[in-house]
């Protein structure tokens, strides 16, 4: 599904249940900004569709950023889905093993977003650093709540270009462009 890349601050802020805006770390031009994740589309899709089937978005995200694994522009899957945490958790790491074409460590932590509940990072070692490169969670109650959804929704983020930097071993994200 398409999201605008410049948002209004409703969807990217406030329907997602953020009630802190980070200034300093969000680009704003005029009254819009410039989407911090690719998670609007939750509230875009809720609102408009049915969820008989996985959802997913691949989009750009742009976040006051840079150090060697992170840039001010980056792109990012999100998705909704149905199945149990349990079987995100499997799908994620056969995913990964099957991507990078390699046996590697991970770790997965529980964590606190916003717009999740009972929400879990997956971080994968590289060069001597865990990386994260997942996230997701049951979708907070106030978002189903504010799109009249009543099914519970497992939601989640994969960092495109951080599989990409691992995959290619990279020293620094920006390489991945080189």
């Given amino acids: 599904m398409y999201t605008p890349e410049l948002e209004i601050e409703k969807y990217n802020f406030k329907l997602l249940n953020i009630l ?6 969000s680009f704003y031009l005029k009254n819009r900004i410039l989407r911090t994740h ?7 899709f809720l609102k408009n569709y049915f969820l008989n089937n996985n959802i997913f ?22 998705f909704i889905t149905k199945k149990t945490i349990k079987t995100i958790f499997e799908f994620l790491l056969k995913f990964f093993s099957n991507l990078l074409k390699k046996k590697f460590f991970f770790k997965i932590r529980k964590t606190k977003f916003p717009f999740t509940i ?14 994260e490169i997942a996230g997701f969670g049951e979708s907070n109650k106030n978002i189903l ?9 497992i939601a989640g983020g994969i960092g495109l270009d951080r599989l990409y930097f691992i995959f290619k071993k990279n020293k620094h994200i ?5």
């Avoid at 009972?118 to 990386?131: H, P, V, Y």
């Avoid at 709540?145 to 929704?153: E, R, S, V």
């Fill in 20 to 25: 802190k805006k980070d200034l300093n770390g």
């Fill in 57 to 78: 978005n691949i989009g750009k995200v742009f976040r006051n950023d840079f150090d060697s694994t992170h840039l001010p522009c980056f792109y990012q899957i999100d």
């Fill in 38 to 44: 690719t998670s609007c589309f939750q509230n875009r």
């Fill in 145 to 153: 709540l504010n799109n009249l959804f009543k099914k519970k929704i």
């Fill in 118 to 131: 009972n929400s879990f990072e997956i971080d994968i070692f590289n060069k001597f650093d865990w990386i």
């Fill in 174 to 178: 920006k390489n991945n462009y080189d």
